[in-house]
């Protein structure tokens, strides 16, 4: 038995085989997907003698399903490499996807051009969830897409968030595009197929499993311009999402946090190793977007009426009281000028609105 074309081999190959297994891997760059799943179903081992015999205890499950009929009953479709909706970064990764199942109406050609990884903890705090909801939100507002893991915390809360404002989100599924996991998140799981799109290198029908999760990271890392981590302990599937985009040379963003937070602790070791601290989406899209053109603005404390203000009128204005006044002497004296120096300068405030005379001296306006 032997598959007729590629497409169908890298279909196969993903039912017979895991995508974290490193021996396949190396095996798929030695023969290709095709003559490899050739060797499994017929001779359990290749022609210079590497025993097949983990691929082959799967081929008759694996043979018995018709993909083309499973992905029509459920309104997905397979990608693989050279389908025109393929997003080529995914060849960057050492290890790219043999195949992709996609379900929901977003390009994922087009997705990646602009998206964004919002990725934390499960058990995330009322504060993380804050911080990922406002940077969803206004990454969707700038036309970014959303990807994330549709897991508890963090993940939720990024796609909850862009789902709100009408975004378009993706969820990189360690199931099948078929299984909602976790379930308590099956609504949000089809809310973002019905408008955005749910991505997983495991066949319909696949449970989820630890390294399965630990697999599409790198799914997530290398679909998006750039992986913000919001929450994360020192022990993180969200840390081994940064460690892959660190590896494909994307950005890397984390959010500070209070420093005794554990959902922290994450956070501020990726930036130790060199991740970018952001704090909004504008910082997280200057980093992303068009060099030059997406600029966060600078940040400024509050603006206060001396600001404006000349050098010798800031050094008389200081010494004004707000509530009682003070004699030209006295002002003459602390700020170091001289009575012409200082008449003028009380003259000045005054006209700008800055100081008053009452009968006794001079005090600050009010307001």
């Known amino acids: 038995m032997r598959p007729l074309d590629e497409r169908s081999a890298r279909v196969l190959l993903s039912r017979l085989a895991e995508p974290y297994d490193d021996g396949v891997q190396a095996l798929v760059q030695e023969h290709g997907p095709l003559d490899l799943v050739g060797y499994a179903l017929r001779d ?85 969830d804050h911080v ?31 789902l709100a404002v009408d975004g378009c989100t993706v969820a990189v599924l360690a199931g099948g595009v078929d299984v909602a996991y976790p379930r308590a998140n099956t609504e949000l799981i089809h809310q973002v197929a019905r408008t955005g799109a749910l991505v997983s290198e495991t066949p319909p029908g696949g449970a989820p499993a630890r390294m399965r999760f630990l697999s599409r990271n790198r799914v997530i890392a290398a679909l998006s311009l750039g992986t913000v981590v919001v929450e994360a302990g020192l022990r993180s599937g ?23 937070s554990l959902l922290s602790q994450g956070c501020h070791a990726e930036i130790r190793m060199g991740a970018e601290l952001v704090t909004d989406a504008a910082e997280v899209v200057e980093l992303v977007g068009r060099l030059g053109l997406d600029l966060a603005p600078a940040k400024h404390g509050p603006t206060r009426a001396e600001d404006a203000l000349a050098e010798e009128l800031r050094r008389v204005w200081q010494w004004l009281r707000p509530r009682t006044s003070s004699t030209v002497d006295e002002v003459m004296l602390r700020s170091g000028l001289g009575l012409r120096e200082t008449l003028a300068a009380l003259r000045e405030l005054e006209r700008s609105g800055h100081a008053e005379e009452v009968l006794d001296g001079w005090r600050r306006r009010r307001g």
């Open 132 to 162: 990922t909801a406002g940077l969803a939100v206004d990454l969707a507002g700038k036309g970014f897409t959303v990807v994330s893991g549709a897991a508890f915390g963090i993940d939720a809360a990024a796609h909850r968030a862009a």
């Open 238 to 260: 969200a840390r081994s999402t940064a460690k892959h985009a660190r590896e494909l040379g994307r950005h890397v963003m984390a959010v500070p946090g209070p420093v005794q």
């Open 44 to 128: 359990g081992r290749t022609p210079d003698g590497v025993g097949l015999a983990r691929m082959a205890a799967r081929a008759e499950r694996a043979t018995a399903q018709d993909d083309v009929r499973v992905a029509a009953v459920l309104d997905a479709r397979v990608l693989v490499p050279g389908d025109p909706e393929w997003p080529v970064c995914l060849d960057e990764l050492g290890a790219p996807p043999w195949c992709l199942w996609v379900k929901g109406p977003s390009r994922l050609d087009e997705v990646a051009t602009r998206a964004v990884a919002l990725v934390g903890a499960r058990a995330s705090t009322a504060y993380g």
